[in-house]
């Protein structure tokens, strides 16, 4: 060979192992900038925005939409979970549990299970660097091999605190988790390393009475504001963005005078150090169980001509938040229902104005919207396509009742209103000035319903609570296909691609169905 062609040999060699080492993805560069054939996180990214950039399948052909295949979980109760998806791999996840499949065929590759068996609901997984995480019902946190379910590591939560059904998020090298350590104990955060499982840091939701916010409790313990539900992330910011739950005891206020920090909240939190650097809180002083556990969307956009890093957020108190997530500048605020009768409005700081007469009683005090809310935990979803924010809206109102007015300790509840029963929609909603743009009735209308996802081919996938799976065009809600499971849906869909076929998961009672398009033309 002539030292010219070897020259060049070596040339092209250098060029194509270049080439080689730039596909090679870090663990990190997975989770931040994902391949579009894969569903990396609970929310799809890190965003939440439960968005896929795939378009094979397009209001033009959605209609040719059919399952390819059905898995089954045995010994779980109605499944909450959205699976992760990498590398044609599906991960399946529950307390002790993961089961790991053929994201093409549904067929199993391996399963892990830890006893005991629990039928617990639980929400999802993460996934890092080959490896895969379980939350287990005695509050351990494991860390599983994605090629054979092998334990890489095993470790007790720091306190020995129960970790609830939220999926982790691995964010910064570090799995989050979150969880509740009872009546007075309060949510918590904590973060684990990804790799080694050693503990880094915790995030109280209840105050300690060294910190300001004890005052807002007047003098009563802090307590409740669990955290059950998985959060999103700005990588560029280091902020992690969660909702809190209810101050304890949920229905009467009586013993705990003030707006109760952190309860009802979005809060920030550092990902490296753990500390808060921001909250909102969307229901101060609730007495009517309204969680921030819905997800909170993240998008970058001009917003009143000023280029903004936003944070959406559809509450369950049935009013829909802009805010400025480098600080939590409230931007904007907006009803999404339309039975709303518990405030009057907002004031300029996101602050809600009461209206008279909706303090639960003995005798039942009706309020708009239920305790189960103008939408629940079930995640939104938003397009960038579009600029739409979907959610999941519940037009109805409740009864809160406590059997005694002067016992903060006396049995409450709350019931739905016979007279008035449950209407439920998906909702598209103008991101940016909340103004309403359609709506697509359910068939049938009960509880909260699953969550939603949005793709590049412009549709919206919009299971209902009662099985019935629709996809509708996402500029206009219109209904394109739907198809019936056969069992109920409270969770959230996903879209992956795998040998260069579009396929969407959902979760239906005990099973996973998936759907693709059929071969015909």
């Known amino acids: 060979m002539s030292t010219k062609n070897v020259a060049v040999l070596c040339v092209a060699l250098l060029v194509l192992c270049a080439g080689s080492s730039a596909q090679v993805r870090t ?14 996180t609970y929310g799809g990214t890190y965003t939440s925005q439960r968005f896929s950039t795939l378009k094979q399948v397009t209001t033009a052909n959605a209609s040719r939409l059919q399952s390819k295949w059905v898995y089954h979980v045995d010994n779980i109760e109605e499944g909450e979970v959205t699976p992760i998806v990498v590398n044609g791999v ?36 993460a996934f890092y660097d080959n490896k895969v995480y379980v939350v287990t019902s005695d509050s351990h946190l494991v860390a599983l091999d994605v090629r054979n379910g092998g334990v890489r590591w095993d470790v007790k939560s720091e306190g020995g605190h129960p970790i609830t059904g939220g999926a982790p998020l691995v964010a910064d090298g570090k799995v989050i988790v979150s969880g509740n350590r009872g009546p007075v104990g309060g949510g918590f955060m904590q973060a684990y390393d990804a790799q080694t499982g050693k503990h880094l840091w915790n995030w109280s939701a209840v105050p300690k009475p060294n910190e300001p916010a004890y005052k807002t409790w007047g003098g009563g313990t802090p307590a409740g504001a669990p955290i059950w539900i998985s959060g999103s992330y700005d990588p560029v910011l280091g902020l992690l963005y969660y909702g809190t739950g209810q101050p304890n005891p949920q229905w009467t206020g009586q013993g705990r005078e003030g707006d109760n920090l952190y309860s009802e909240s979005i809060v920030a939190i550092d990902v490296k150090t753990g500390v808060l650097k921001w909250h909102f809180q969307n229901t101060p002083h609730d007495v009517h169980d309204w969680d921030s556990m819905e997800v909170s969307i993240l998008v970058d956009a001009n917003f009143r001509g000023q280029p903004r890093k936003l ?30 009768d518990w405030a009057t409005g907002l004031s300029p700081e996101g602050r809600p104005i009461l209206a008279p007469g909706h303090e639960p009683s003995v005798k039942g005090t009706i309020t708009c919207p239920s305790t189960a809310g103008a939408t629940n935990w079930p995640p939104p979803a938003y397009s960038p396509d579009t600029g739409y924010f ?3 809206t519940h037009e109805g109102c409740g009864v809160n009742t406590i059997t005694s007015s002067t016992d903060p300790d006396s049995p409450t509840g709350y019931f739905e209103s016979a007279s008035d029963p449950w209407q439920a929609y998906v909702r598209a909603i103008d991101a940016l000035t909340g103004k309403r743009i359609w709506e697509y009735k359910a068939v049938r209308s009960d509880h909260y319903g699953p969550g939603l996802m949005a793709t590049a081919g412009g549709i919206l996938f919009a299971p209902e609570q009662f099985g019935q799976v629709s996809v509708l065009d996402a500029k206009t809600g219109k209904s394109l296909w739907h198809f019936n499971t056969g069992d109920v849906i409270t969770a959230a869909p996903v879209s992956y ?25």
């Open 311 to 340: 944070l959406l957020h559809a509450n369950r108190n049935g009013f829909y938040y802009v805010l400025d997530r480098t600080n939590g500048q409230y931007l904007l605020g907006t009803p999404f229902i339309d039975k709303l």
């Open 27 to 40: 663990p990190d560069q997975m989770l931040l900038n994902p391949d579009p054939k894969d569903w990396v």
């Open 497 to 521: 691609s795998v040998e260069g076929q579009q396929f969407f998961a959902i979760m239906s009672g005990t099973n996973v169905i998936a759907f693709g398009l059929s071969d015909a033309n």
């Open 390 to 392: 979907y959610v999941v």
């Open 90 to 125: 599906m991960y399946i996840s529950g307390f002790n549990r993961l089961d790991a499949i053929d994201a093409r065929t549904g067929n199993v590759l391996w399963r892990y299970q830890r006893p005991p068996v629990s039928t617990t609901r639980q929400r999802g997984t």
